[in-house]
């Protein structure tokens, strides 16, 4: 196996194994109107199989939190949890907006890419 630090991938070997690929997601999620936002720490992998175009993602939430804080302050407040605890931020142009609606269980879902955070926030 080959390990890529750049990317987070792994490739498989000359045999069956898959090429695997691991990114960190948070997700910023608000149940109804009324209710506060939520954070999520994600850890998705994706496995593609050299015999099969479709690749299989198994998501695993690393970390929860809630979030009383209004909707302007939430992203500034989603990055002082990420450093806290996990030493990570998410990248600011990475956020989009994610499905919502009746069938998600969400009206509001936001997501964006976490990377490690640089060293100088660690220390605040």
Do not use: Y
């Not at 600011?92 to 609606?101: D, F, M, V």
């Amino acid at each position: 196996m080959l390990i890529d630090d750049r990317t987070n991938t792994i490739s498989g070997a000359e045999d069956d194994s898959p090429t695997v690929e691991v990114t960190m997601v948070c997700e910023v999620s608000q149940e109804t109107p009324d209710s506060p936002l939520q954070a999520a720490l994600i850890r998705e992998e994706t496995r593609q199989w050299p015999d099969d175009p479709t690749p299989d993602v198994i998501e695993t939430v690393v970390s929860e939190t809630l979030l009383p804080q209004p909707v302007p302050d939430v992203l500034a407040a989603v990055d002082h949890w990420l450093q806290a605890v996990h030493h990570l931020h998410v990248v600011p142009t990475s956020w989009e907006p994610g499905s919502t609606g009746p069938d998600t269980g969400v009206v509001l879902l936001l997501q964006g890419r976490a990377e490690p955070a640089p060293i100088a926030a660690h220390a605040a």
